[in-house]
């Protein structure tokens, strides 16, 4: 069963660092998400993309993150300059199409930033 | 704004029984899909079951149904025959069946089940 895969599964780094989380969506799947679970709260919502651009972010989606498909499988969270509060679990997710399908979850990236 | 909650942070329930986790959501929209999805230990999202809120039947998958009020706008998850492997955290989600594909999280149920 095609699965959405993410690496890597554990990433410490030092505040003011950047960081790049890296996800492969299920590869028949055109829109791609990013969501963030810091410890013990729920998960929220950052972004999505479709045909190559944002198409819905957050507010919590600000300058210092930025999102890409640098190639046909690959679909790339970068944060520029981490701070202690982005440790969090991020996972990628990717759907067929909007509205109600199903979104397909990867199995995240543990991020502590030191 | 769509929010979601689920107002029991922990429930513990005996293999074999049944036990139902409470979430209601506030939307103004009349078209959107509700989820829940499982997280267990490994903290992977997997998703357990969908209701389309058009649809007045409630969705079952296996062991688990629903219970969809759209009216009071809840949306309960019932697990029959509880296993031990159903030992997570449950998510109640929330997507407007429009363009975006968001989804809105509860705050997630945290669910032990005992031998």
């Known amino acids: 069963e095609p699965e959405v895969t993410q690496t890597p599964s554990h990433q410490v780094t030092q505040m003011g660092q950047e960081v790049i989380l890296r996800c492969v969506p299920i590869s028949n799947h055109l829109y791609f998400y990013w969501y963030r679970q810091i410890l013990g709260q729920k998960v929220e919502f950052l972004v999505s993309f479709y045909n190559n651009e944002i198409s819905e972010k957050s507010e919590i989606f600000d300058d210092q993150f930025s999102v890409e498909r640098p190639d046909g499988s690959n679909f790339t969270l970068k944060i520029r300059s981490t701070k202690l509060e982005d440790s969090a679990m991020y996972f990628c997710?990717?759907?067929?199409?909007?509205?109600?399908?199903?979104?397909?979850f990867g199995p995240g990236t543990r991020l502590t930033v030191t | 704004a769509q929010t979601v909650t689920q107002s029991q942070p922990e429930m513990s329930v005996q293999e074999a029984e049944t036990v139902t986790l409470s979430c209601t959501y506030d939307?103004?929209?009349?078209?959107?899909?509700l989820f829940w999805y499982k997280q267990p230990p490994s903290r992977q999202m997997i998703l357990v079951i969908r209701?389309?809120?058009?649809?007045?039947q409630n969705a079952t998958e296996n062991r688990f149904s629903v219970n969809f009020q759209k009216a009071a706008k809840s949306f309960s998850l019932k697990i029959s025959d509880s296993q031990l492997g159903d030992t997570a955290m449950y998510f109640c989600?929330?997507?407007?069946?429009?363009?975006?594909?968001?989804?809105?999280f509860g705050t997630g149920t945290l669910l032990a089940v005992q031998p």
């Open positions: 209701q389309e809120a058009y649809k007045q």
């Open positions: 939307t103004s929209e009349n078209n959107y899909y």
């Open positions: 989600a929330y997507v407007y069946g429009g363009a975006t594909n968001k989804l809105i």
């Open positions: 997710a990717s759907s067929d199409r909007t509205g109600g399908n199903e979104q397909y």
